[in-house]
């Protein structure tokens, strides 16, 4: 085996970097001083290290530049001595730095000199306010004359990758680029990186796997190692580190690990800090005053009792717990994604309660691909104003927002009038309403921590304590729902049909999809079916898979598509969609690293699906005429809603050929039986 060369890599590259007369820092050394390092110097410090333990993170060379627009790089070098280290992709030609348990893969970090460099890029993410890293690495070896040959690789680790890392296009045979005169050539090369929204969209999945994994890991840690924490302190443990930890840009720094002391001096408790932290982030956010101090009061219930700030060993179960949740859980936040990331915590934690199955059905969360399934069958885009009567932890507004966002994006040019659309999107076109406080207190954190769409989450009772009219900024005016989203509890009346009732009763346009125990459509919501159809028109209706609850309920479900204030005649065509088969199978396994996968084309039959509610038949590739049909029903019914496609009965000549050729195949068979017989006794 050829003796590595690392000393002869790393000589040749810091002679450049010194060449070049770079302010650049050496494993050993810090950007500030050991007594009072840096935000990188602690994060390095603090991050988990290469070999999985605590710390010690140790870059071959680091450097911070800054580019003609004044905005900082951290510049991060790792290097090696061997053929064939520089780079170790996975399947997906990501960088492979994650095993399929989601744990650090901790062989390809130590061998190969660019997933070493974006490991350490994931670790200023992660505790830094820094959000576009350069990840280098180098390795070379020498030929038989004894040259040596090198090769670099550049790759971007920022927010808008999700810390993935992205290879910078342009190759580079030196460091030059780092140079003053060169480094803004160099960032433009940068900027061009881009990715499509469906590369987006499969490391969002991936990044949302990840999520699951972490949060069952951490709810198991708690729960089994952290005494007289009930599940909503869980909840809102992990809801109030989130926010400490988040920081506004200019106005609030986040809370730092090192700054929770476990002191028991009065108002420096750890949960005082942390409660004064999230009173100055909520309060840069301009919440609503009310809305504000109910959020600390709910936190504060939890963050400032005796026995989580009580310090034993010289720690407070409170510093030890909110340090666990930002190891654990601190990327997903940083890099900005946008999924239902209370809902999902949500979910895990009250996996851990013994709720009786009616009750369970009332508190179970919709899946963030069904969310977003029933926001493209409600036709949402960047103009829409959507609400949901009976809002959870927000999910659906979420997917929502997402949708909204991307046909933002999408369509809209100018850079000023995409971000005053953003804008509105999140303050003025979603409304939500949930009634019960705790997770009520969800919807809210969740719509802080997507972006803060949380504007109009309000803590009413949707069918008999809402007027219609925003809940802050325009509350003398109505809320101009066009779109109608909505997984109501099934245990309300009509299995939760009155909540629909009300809402397409209070809209003027537009379209509703909501999702909800089958009996609604077959006769025990008859009293709300009836009434809905006197105003408003049943487009489709979609079996679900029974198991899209798994673990959490097992009802079977449908999906209604409504077309609203258009009153529905009996001749008007409905979709019946039989959606059993979704092409995903779904396990229930706690320690399963994905227990949602992709069997046959679901991606596919998803958006199958939407086009088969949008436009018809002319659609169907996948689906069959087996599993979609075309029908009516009788308006004056309201429980023929769950129709099948008709079996047709009736024999056809070549069912009577086929009849006829299987009994002589049997009568012949029995004659050569018998024959046989016959022979054997004759013997």
């Known amino acids: ?133 350069i990840a280098i690495g180098m390795t070379g070896y020498k030929d038989e004359a004894g040259n040596i040959k090198h090769e670099i690789g550049v790759y971007f680790v920022s927010k808008t990758n999700l810390a993935f890392g992205q290879k910078v296009k342009k190759e ?227 997917a929502a927002m997402n949708e909204m966002l991307i046909d933002a994006k999408n369509t809209i040019t100018s850079p000023d009038e995409l971000t005053q659309k953003e804008i509105k999107i999140k303050a003025e076109q979603l409304l939500g309403l949930e009634l019960l406080s705790s997770v009520y207190m969800l919807a809210i954190l969740n719509m802080i921590l997507m972006g803060d769409g949380s504007s109009n989450i309000l803590n009413k009772d949707s069918l008999s304590d809402f007027d219609g009219n925003y809940g802050f900024g325009k509350t003398d005016s109505k809320f101009p729902a066009d779109a109608f989203v909505l997984n109501p509890p099934y245990s309300a009346n009509g299995n939760g049909m009155n909540f629909v009732e009300k809402a397409l009763g209070m809209m003027n346009k537009g379209y509703a999809a909501i999702i909800i125990q089958n009996s609604a459509g077959s006769g025990k919501a008859k009293e709300y079916t009836k009434k809905i159809l006197e105003k408003h028109t049943l487009l489709a209706s979609i079996k679900m898979p029974v198991d899209i609850f798994i673990g959490k309920s097992s009802v079977q479900t449908n999906i209604y598509v409504f077309k609203v204030n258009e009153k529905h005649h009996k001749d008007d065509v409905v979709k019946f969609i039989d959606f059993s088969n979704d092409g995903y199978t779904r396990t229930n396994r706690k320690k399963a690293s994905n227990n949602l996968k992709d069997t046959d084309r679901a991606k596919e039959r998803y958006e199958e699906l939407v086009n088969l509610v949008r436009f018809g038949k002319s659609k169907l590739t996948i689906f069959t005429e087996k599993e979609y049909h075309e029908g009516t029903i009788d308006p004056q019914n309201g429980e023929d809603w769950n129709q099948t496609a008709p079996i047709d009965t009736k024999p056809t000549l070549q069912n009577f050929k086929k009849t006829v050729s299987d009994y002589l195949a049997w009568e012949v068979s029995n004659l050569l039986k018998q024959n046989r017989e016959d022979d054997s006794l004759g013997k």
């Open 1 to 133: 085996m050829a003796q590595s060369i690392e000393p002869n890599i790393a000589d040749l590259a810091n002679g450049w970097l010194k060449s070049y007369k770079l302010d650049y820092k050496l494993e050993q050394e810090y950007f500030g001083t050991k007594e009072n390092p840096t935000q990188i110097d602690k994060a390095l410090d603090d991050y988990f290290s290469k070999n999985g333990g605590v710390g010690g993170n140790r870059p071959d060379a680091k450097l911070l530049l800054q580019d003609k627009h004044l905005n900082h790089y951290p510049i991060i070098i790792e290097y090696k001595g061997d053929k064939n280290k520089l780079v170790k992709l996975d399947s997906n030609g990501q960088v492979d730095n994650k095993t399929a348990k989601n744990e650090p893969n901790f062989k390809n970090i130590n061998s190969f000199a660019v997933n070493g460099a974006v490991h350490y890029a994931n670790a200023l993410l992660h505790h830094t306010i820094y959000t576009d890293i």
């Open 172 to 398: 580079y045979s030196d460091f030059s680029f780092l140079k003053k005169e060169n480094f803004d050539a160099f960032i433009e090369e940068v900027k061009k990186l881009t990715l499509s929204q469906e590369e987006i969209d499969k490391l969002k999945e991936q990044r949302e796997r990840e999520i699951d994994i972490s949060l069952v890991k951490l709810n198991n840690d708690i729960y089994k190692n952290e005494k007289g924490l009930g599940e909503n302190d869980r909840v809102y443990l992990v809801a109030a580190s989130i926010i400490a930890t988040i920081g506004i840009v200019g106005k609030v720094q986040p809370l730092e690990k090192e700054e929770l002391k476990s002191s028991t001096e009065n108002g420096y408790t750890d949960g005082e800090i942390i409660v004064r932290k999230i009173e100055s982030f909520l309060e840069n956010r301009e919440l609503p005053k009310a809305k504000k101090d109910l959020i600390v009061r709910t936190l504060s219930n939890t963050l400032l009792t005796e026995n989580i700030n009580k310090v034993e060993n010289g720690e407070s179960q409170l510093r030890r717990v909110f340090t666990k949740i930002v190891d654990d859980l601190g990327i997903y936040y940083k890099i900005g994604l946008t999924t239902d990331f209370t809902g999902k915590l949500f979910n895990e934690m009250y996996g851990w309660l013994g709720f009786t199955q009616d009750k369970l059905n009332d508190v179970v969360l919709t899946p963030s691909y069904i969310a977003t399934l029933l926001v493209k069958l409600a036709r949402v885009n960047k103009d829409s104003f959507v609400w949901d009567f009976a809002t959870g932890s927000a999910g659906l507004l979420v």
